[in-house]
Structures are given as C-alpha cells and as structure tokens.
C-alpha cells in the first residue's frame, strides 16, 4: 500500500478550504483546466508512482452514495460526535 | 514540381521470359520491395554471400522526401553496408530537438549529447536519395538483381518454397523462392494476396505536409510548435533536409476538407503566414495523411516473412516508420544468411518474428502516445493535455511530459530466447542482452569504431590490461560453422595478443559505456546486439552462448 489513507495535513481544513476557494470565481472550463494543472503539479510532488496509481484506483472506484442515489430514506436518528 | 530528378531504371527482361522457367533455379531469397527495406535486407544479404533476386513494381525511387530523418542505428547499419558516409555527406546532421508553444520555446532537448561516436543523432536525408545511394551500392557488389517493373501477382506458398506470379512488361512469369521476404510497403501486395489481417488504429485528424524548397538561414534543428502563432489551433513541425529543402507539417485537425487543403494556395496562404511576406518558395511535394497505427500479429509466416511497413506502420512522429524497417533488415539479415547456408537451424527466423513483433509493439505504443498527446481524443485528455503545454513554461518536470513524438533509439530485444542468461554479476548502467553494444572510438594502428569493429560477424569483445594473457587457442576452443571475430579491448597502445585483434580505447570511452573491468566480457551477434555478458572470460560459456544466439 502506497497511498496513504490516514491523515498526514497538520491542518486539514486549512488545506481543504484552500483547494475549494481556489475554485471561486472559475467558470466550468476554466476550473477544469485549473484542477488538471493541479493534479499534475501534485503528482509529480507525490513522485511515487505506486501511489499515483492507488489513488486513480481509489478515486475511480470510489462508489459515491451521492452518484449511486443510495442516500434515501429518512434522516439518520443519531447525530454522531455532536449528541 | 521539385528539384530531385528521378532516376529510371532499366526494365530487363527477366531468365525465366527469356531461358526459359525450367533452366532457373529456385532462389535462395527473393525481395519484394526495393524500397529502404528490401535493398539494405539485399545489400546484408549479397555482403554474406548469398545471392537475392529483388522485385520492384516500378522503375524508380519513392516519389515524394517522405521518411527524412534517418537515425544514428539505421546509419550505422547502412555503414556495414557501405553506404553511409555518401548519406551524411548529402544530408543534414542534427541532434536538438526544440519545443514551443505559443512564441516561446519550452523545451530543448539533445538526442546525443555524448560525443565519441561514428555517427550523428540524425540526418535528414529524403528517401528518394537513401534509395538512390542503396541501389547505387546494390549494382557495386555481386549478388544483387534487380529487378524493375516487375510486378507481384499471385503469392503459392509451399511446403519447400513459395511460387511467386510476376507480371512484366513482357508478360507473366513464375518465380521460386526458398524464402521469400515481404518490404513492400504499407499497401503490401503480399500480405493482401495472403489475405492477411492488418489490424489497427487510424486516428481522425489529419495531417499537411509542405515540402518546399527555400534558402534560409534556419539552424539544423528539429522545432515542433503546440499554438503557435503562424498556426494558432493546431501544431506545426518543422525538419531541414537535403538541396535547402524544409519538412513542415501542418496539423489541420478532424474537420479539414483535405480536397480543399491540398490546393496550392491554401497551401501557400499557411506557409506565408508562416515564414512572412518576403520569404520565396518552390513546392516539392505534399500529402495529407492521417496517423495510422496498424501491424500484422505475425511477421513470420512459414516461408513469407514481412518487414517494414508491410508488417507494421505508426504515425511518423518519432521517425519510428523507416528506421524500424531498417532494424527488421537488420535483424532478418544474418538469420536468413545463416538459415540458408545450413549454418543454423530455420526455426532461427522464428526469433526475428519474437524479437520484431515486439519491437513493433514498443513502437506502436509509443507512436499511439504521441498521436494521443497531439491530438486529444476526448474532453478530459485534451484539458490535460493543454495543462501540461502550460506548465511546461515554469516547470521543468511538465517538459518531460511534452510529447511532440519520442523520438527512434535502437528498440531492446528483451526476453529474446536467442540471449545467455543466468549469474550476471554486478553491473551499474551497462548495456544488457538486447541492447546495441554502445559506439566509441578505437585505435587500430589507424582510428576506427566499435560500430565499425563489431558488425556483420558474431565477436566475442574482451577487455583486458593484459592482452597477452588471454588465451592463444581461443579461435580452435570457440570454433564451429559459425564465424566468431575476437576482440581485446585493451587500455595501453602496442598490447598484442595471439589469437585476438588488439583495439586500443585511448580515452576509455567504451570501457566506461560498458563498465567494463578487466575480464568483462560482451558476445555479440552479427546485428550488434549483445547475446549474453559475463564478468570473466570463459569460452565455453562463449561457445554455448553462439550456439544458444544461432538457435542451434
């Protein structure tokens, strides 16, 4: 396992935040262009091809709840962490 | 059109229209194609003494500069042949490759930085006078016939031979080959008379080339555009060849009306802006082309065996159509030598259908790259595509990724079954079984090469500090049917040895591009390609590596 799925940001939603507000103000093409740039800039700082490859896997075979429509039915009754 | 003037050969009734089909003898090879495959396979073949019958359905050289860039391993292959000087000193020596996009140039890249070698990177030379010089050379030595306007018509493959229908300005006749070897083209009249598939890939955009003739003071230099302003939706690429005459080829894209490109003024409208108002220019000759990829999944097939484009074909980017022709003679020719003089066994010819089928592969794969870079073949490829093109101004790793074709070295004959494996040694960037044994200077007496000393036989090359060492019954001990030069490499001038040609490497070059240590210790095949490297010299070893190399 080359990728790493545990977290390795000091600060998270620093990093997160970043990425998203990078986007702003971007049209469709022009943010496509932006993330190709970007993905490409990050790939060769991971520079580890394994990795790269386990995370095209991860990101390709991610089964999203969003895109699969799976997320229906009622509300979840527990709140996690915030109970 | 054009400043070449054609040559025409002489159509001469052949023996069988004029003898008589029962006083001529089945050939030993019979050549389809007189093209830069068939006439350096008939040139290796006649230098190994066996005689070849070639068959041309024409009477001159390839219309039109098509394959220009001819590469430093087609040179030297040509210069066993004796034929390269004459090409370097009529075309046009380069190494550098820039890349652009937009105005500004991105990437320069150099394909032999290294110098110590017989023979540039490149030269671009067009191919009607690669051809010219081949025939030329084809009428000096013995064992070459020609012949021009003779046509194939039927192809009837025997368990013995293979019957060939030939059509001739006199009429039909038959000829009979024990092998017959198939370089004739893309559109191969062999392969559709044997109802072969070629299967593949032809890409949708299309392609101008502008050949033209114009003085200018361009450096000898390979330049390929993405965007540029001349061009400013597609890219241009940009070769110098022979007589002042410039290669560009204009990417036009899937929609271009090819009957309506091709007219000299949309022609001349593209070039001018180009080259600006003031620039003059004759055409030489254009086409409009589409990147194709295709190959047979053979290139043996029991006594029919293809090479060049009539057994695979890329996109031109990366010179990798005519060159890789070349290595398939190259690699066919002393195989076919040995098979037909009963020196090794015919199931020899099977390793050039594993060794070049595989080469083809490698080609083919690299040229879909490059044509997949050029040209996008969906919405996510092209924006990444363009990504790169963007980056590649402020970061170097971009520029590697920037693929206007990878451009031609001598393909690795890996996992070949012809190769000594087993204990190998420690080796730090060395070549390895498959490779081309590297070039670099020696000294006989007089300067020579390595490209020059290790060809066209097999050679054990030893290297040693102490030449008078080596073994003096190392000819009896290797001997066979098989011929087997023995070279010592020795670092101090004057060393001698019995048995052995001393080559002195003054400036330690192929020692070094060998890491090579005293006993080091390469066998290689009459194409140059290395069959096997130990760290000592044991001739046994040698002698099993020759017989396991010539498939006996």
Known sequence: ?83 | MGSYVYPKYDYIPPPELTVGACATPTYPVVIVGAGLVGLTLALDLALKGVPVTVLDEDDTVSIGSRSICQAQRTLEVWHRLGVADRMVAKGVTWDTGELFVGEQQVYRFNMQPEPGQRFPAFINLQQYYCEQFLIERCREVAGVDLRFRNKVAGVRPANDHVAVDVDTPDGRYVVRAQWLVACDGVRSAVRGLLKLPYEGEVFDDQFLIADIRMKTALPNIRKYWFYPPFHPDNSVLLHRQADDVLRIDFQLGREADADKERKIENIDRRLRMMFGPDAQWEHEWTSIYKFTCRMLSRFVHGRVIFAGDAAHVVSPFGARGGNSGVQDADNLGWKLALVVKGDAPAALLESYNHERVQAARENIRQSTRSTDFITPKFAASHVLRDAVLDLARDFPFARAMVNSGRLTRPTRCADSPLHATGADGDWAQAPVPGDVLPDAPLANGSRTWATEQVAGRFAVVTFTDAPQALPADAAARLAGPIDIERLAIVSDAGGSSAGWTALHDAEGLLARRCDARPGTTYLVRPDQVIAGRWRSLDLAALADGVRRAAGR
């Open chain 1, 1 to 83: 396992m080359a990728l790493r799925r545990d977290l390795n940001l000091a600060r998270p939603d620093d990093v997160y935040n970043l990425i998203v507000d990078a986007h702003r103000g971007l049209d469709e093409a022009q943010c496509r262009a932006f993330d190709a740039r970007l993905i490409l800039l990050l790939a060769n700082q991971v520079g580890d091809e394994a990795a790269i490859r386990e995370a095209i896997d991860a990101a390709r075979s991610f089964s999203s709840p969003r895109e699969s429509g799976e997320r229906k039915g009622p509300m979840p009754q527990a709140w996690e962490g915030e109970g």
